[in-house]
T-cell receptor
């Protein structure tokens, strides 16, 4: 059964720092991987979707990489800002393509 | 504005009193699903729908019902709520008939069952 793990559970950094969030999954036979952002009291916002055939995707200050063989993905955030403070979730699609399997998230706090 | 809406956003109810949480999307998406989020357990899928009149169970369907009579709406029904259904509920949708496309989530419904 696919399991998704995110380490660390929480991270605090000063503004301006570059940082990496980690996501690992147990079954490398995935269709794609998505990174989401969750703000308190709000829903999840999709940040990046990486297809299984891709190695990375970029959107602004965000860069997500995927290494299927090792079961890992990283989300790189450049020049962090206080507005980046949120919980970041990664998810892979299950084998049937009917559901997302989520990690428990990394809560990021960026101080000014 | 393209969005997924949920109502109500907050609900406190008592054990056994039937309730419905509505979900609506205005993006003509085929796929819709419901998740619950609990501390320490993360997000888990309750039910999903690949198209009108096509629904199926997710990982935690016990105590819930759904229907998909129209493409835009996917209500979640709790016929006899119990305290273990206290949770944060999210509706999601995507363009294709599966979970393979970018998922768009609603703002969440915080449910408390006393």
């Amino acid at each position: 059964k696919q399991e998704v793990t995110q380490i660390p559970a929480a991270l605090s950094v000063p503004e301006g720092e570059n940082l990496v969030l980690n996501c690992s999954f147990t079954d490398s036979a995935i269709y794609n991987l998505q990174w989401f952002r969750q703000d308190p009291g709000k829903g999840l916002t999709s940040l990046l979707l990486i297809q299984s055939s891709q190695r990375e995707q970029t959107s602004g200050r965000l860069n997500a990489s995927l290494d299927k063989s090792s079961g890992r993905s990283t989300l790189y955030i450049a020049a962090s800002q206080p507005g980046d403070s949120a919980t970041y979730l990664c998810a892979v699609t299950n084998q049937a393509g009917t559901a997302l399997i989520f990690g428990k998230g990394t809560t990021l706090s960026v101080s000014s | 504005e393209a969005q997924v809406t949920q109502n109500p956003r907050y609900l406190i109810t008592v054990t056994g009193k039937k309730l419905t949480v509505t979900c609506s999307q205005n993006m003509n998406h085929e796929y819709m699903s419901w998740y619950r989020q609990d501390p320490g357990l993360g997000l888990r899928q309750i039910y999903y729908s690949m198209n009108v009149e096509v629904t199926d169970k997710g990982d935690v369907p016990e105590g819930y019902k759904v229907s998909r009579k129209e493409k835009r709406n996917f209500p979640l029904i709790l016929e006899s709520p119990s305290p273990n259904q206290t949770s944060l509920y999210f509706c999601a949708s995507s363009f294709g008939g599966s979970a393979l496309d970018t998922q768009y989530f609603g703002p969440g419904t915080r449910l408390t069952v006393l």
